[in-house]
């Protein structure tokens, strides 16, 4: 829902690039916005008469107002510049090179306050506990820090079987919270069908959802999430990061339960120091403060990244986020440089590839410390009679990649069943590389009962290319393209189950396997074929990529092997 004016509006245009809309209310104002993403640009208040018409001029630069008592008046625009959204803001400045040797002291009371704070200086690990005799224990530090330094926060406590479920804060030198980020609503919605639990990630059922976008980051009542993929269908909601397992907290913000009905937004960042735009909707401040640790790695343990906004001194508070305490209510913090970094096991291939056909595997990445940029995974020394798409991608942001295994009919058993797999990424500006493993068992076993194959979706002679010229597929962002899924059956009767949200797989993110509905892509009994539908959003970037299509079936059979060119036209 956006409110653009207080009244009716009495005219509306666009100029000749499509970027630009300009409206005009019975209350006597006219305002400019950014289209698609109708971001207010510029107020026009105060027009002595109602404006009846509107035009831009050639250049895009100037407005020209109509008016009903006859008056006309020319307007130069002064538009204000577009903010980053979240998913495009600046990247954090490097880390602080710091020697790792970290001073280990234990909590000295009193200091449950900013005047009895605890001196300490950076990087350090502190044991404490959290139990008072005469008042419920709060335990603050006081450390120095540069403007920019990024020191990572990490409180160990429950992951040591403390019954302590910690909240840690960084606040300034009088003990005030400190400004992280300030988000201004731009859609106003909120939940529908049934609240939310604090771990799921499927099936957020939104109020407009249809006036969103994936990546966009929706406001939860002091949560961040971020839009991962679209609704399939009228009995479902959106996926949030990272699209399976518990959900993600953006800026450190603790993912919480939500009744239905709960009012939600989505959000972007403002500049510091800059003033919102009047758009009728709520402006949130997000500070320096984390309940449970935001990539639900560490349980009821808390964590926070800071970057100094300035030199001087800061502070830390521990307590217990229901104000509990008591003799046992131990922990300990770190306080370290941010040292972003990533891991990455293979997982999904267990008892070889069928002959003649493939089989997937993943690769999956846990990142560190925020480290958000693309990985390279790279898989060599392959067994001869075997094939497998490689090079894979990790997008930024995301969390697995998935490549397939393909053999002939008449490969012989392998000397060695295995590839070697290293990984690659830019950190800091400098590529980083990473072994990663073997990727074992790679060795022919037993001709399947299905075969699937992608051709194109044409008349006449499809075309399905080979493993070594893998049939290409090219689309537009913002375009539908269509192909057709074939199975040959021998033996096997059942239906053919091909994925449902998931159903492309290794597509790039903001491509999909579309219309397929709640039961997903699939071939019934007695049918061989079917057309599909690929859809690319209209701001997926450039790019190429290795994908196939999966089945359940025969332990997981996958297609021959494919690529996708996203290309602008």
């Given amino acids: 829902v956006r409110y653009a004016h207080e009244d009716e509006i009495t005219d509306l245009t666009v100029n000749q690039a499509g970027t630009r809309l300009a409206t005009a209310s019975a209350d006597h104002s006219v305002k400019v916005w950014a289209l698609p993403s109708l971001e207010p640009l510029q107020t026009i208040a105060s027009q002595p008469d109602v404006v009846s018409a509107l035009a831009f001029g050639h250049d895009g630069n100037s407005l020209h107002v109509g008016r009903m008592d006859g008056s006309l008046q020319e307007y130069k625009l002064r538009l204000a510049k577009l903010k980053p959204t979240l998913a495009q803001a600046p990247p954090p400045q490097a880390p602080l090179q710091t020697a790792l040797d970290q001073a280990e002291l234990p909590e000295k009371e009193p200091n449950n306050d900013p005047r009895s704070a605890m001196n300490i200086k950076a990087p350090v690990k502190v044991t404490g506990v959290i139990y008072g005799k005469k008042e419920n224990d709060t335990d603050v530090f006081r450390f120095a820090a540069k403007t920019g330094e990024q020191w990572v926060l990490e409180i160990n406590a429950a992951r040591s079987k403390s019954p302590l479920d910690s909240k840690l804060e960084v606040l300034d030198a009088?003990?005030?919270?400190?400004?992280?980020?300030?988000?201004?609503a731009v859609q106003e919605s909120w939940l529908t069908f049934r609240g939310k639990d604090s771990n799921t990630s499927g099936d957020f059922r939104l109020f407009k959802w249809d006036e969103m976008k994936i990546n966009q980051f929706l406001y939860v009542n002091g949560e961040v999430v971020k839009l991962w993929l679209y609704p399939r269908g009228p009995d479902s909601g959106y996926m949030v990061y990272p699209g399976s397992g518990s959900r993600?907290?953006?800026?450190?913000?603790?993912?919480?339960?939500?009744?239905?009905?709960?009012?939600a937004y989505i959000v972007e960042p403002l500049?510091?120091?800059?003033?919102?735009?009047?758009?009728?909707?709520?402006?949130?401040t997000i500070y320096h403060l984390n309940d449970d640790e935001s990539r639900r790695r560490f349980g009821k343990d808390s964590k926070l990244t800071f970057t100094a906004p300035t030199d001087g001194d800061y502070l830390v508070r521990v307590s217990d986020v229901r104000g509990f305490q008591g003799e046992d209510f131990k922990y300990t913090m770190t306080i370290r440089p941010r040292r972003p970094d990533f891991k990455l096991t293979i997982g999904g291939f267990a008892d070889g590839v069928p002959r003649g056909s493939g089989r997937e595997f993943n690769v999956k990445a846990e990142r560190l410390d925020d480290f958000e940029g693309a990985i390279r995974i790279n898989i060599t020394d392959v067994p001869e009679g075997f094939h497998v798409t490689a090079p894979l991608t990790i997008e930024a942001g995301q969390l697995m990649a998935f490549g397939a295994i393909y053999t002939g009919t008449d490969t012989a058993m392998p000397e060695n069943d295995f590839a070697i797999v290293t990984a690659t990424a830019t950190i800091n500006g400098k590529e980083v590389t990473h072994d990663i493993g073997k990727l074992e068992n790679i060795k022919p076993i037993d001709k399947p009962k299905l075969i699937v194959q992608v051709t194109t979706n044409e008349s006449g002679a499809a075309r399905t290319g080979t493993t070594t010229d893998p049939l290409e597929f090219t689309i537009a962002p913002g375009q539908t393209i269509s192909?057709?899924?074939?199975?040959?059956?021998?033996?096997?009767?059942?239906?053919?189950?091909?994925?449902?949200?998931?159903?492309?797989?290794?597509?790039?993110?903001?491509?999909?396997?579309?219309?397929?509905?709640?039961?997903?892509?699939?071939?019934?009994e007695g049918q061989t074929e079917r057309e599909f539908f690929i859809t690319a959003d209209?701001?997926?970037?450039?790019?190429?990529?290795?994908?196939?299509?999966?089945?359940?079936?025969?332990?997981?059979?996958?297609?021959?092997?494919?690529?996708?060119h996203v290309q602008k036209k």
Avoid: C
């Avoid at 209209?538 to 996708?564: C, M, Q, Y």
């Fill in 248 to 263: 993600y907290g953006y800026h450190d913000t603790t993912p919480l339960a939500h009744p239905l009905g709960q009012p």
């Fill in 174 to 184: 009088s003990g005030q919270p400190i400004e992280r980020v300030r988000l201004k």
């Fill in 271 to 284: 500049a510091k120091g800059s003033a919102p735009t009047a758009n009728g909707l709520p402006t949130f």
């Fill in 483 to 524: 192909a057709r899924v074939r199975v040959k059956r021998d033996g096997f009767n059942s239906r053919v189950e091909l994925g449902s949200h998931d159903a492309g797989r290794n597509l790039p993110h903001g491509v999909y396997v579309d219309n397929i509905g709640l039961n997903g892509l699939l071939i019934v």
């Fill in 538 to 564: 209209d701001w997926v970037p450039e790019t190429t990529k290795h994908f196939h299509i999966r089945t359940t079936a025969e332990k997981g059979i996958v297609s021959n092997p494919l690529i996708l």
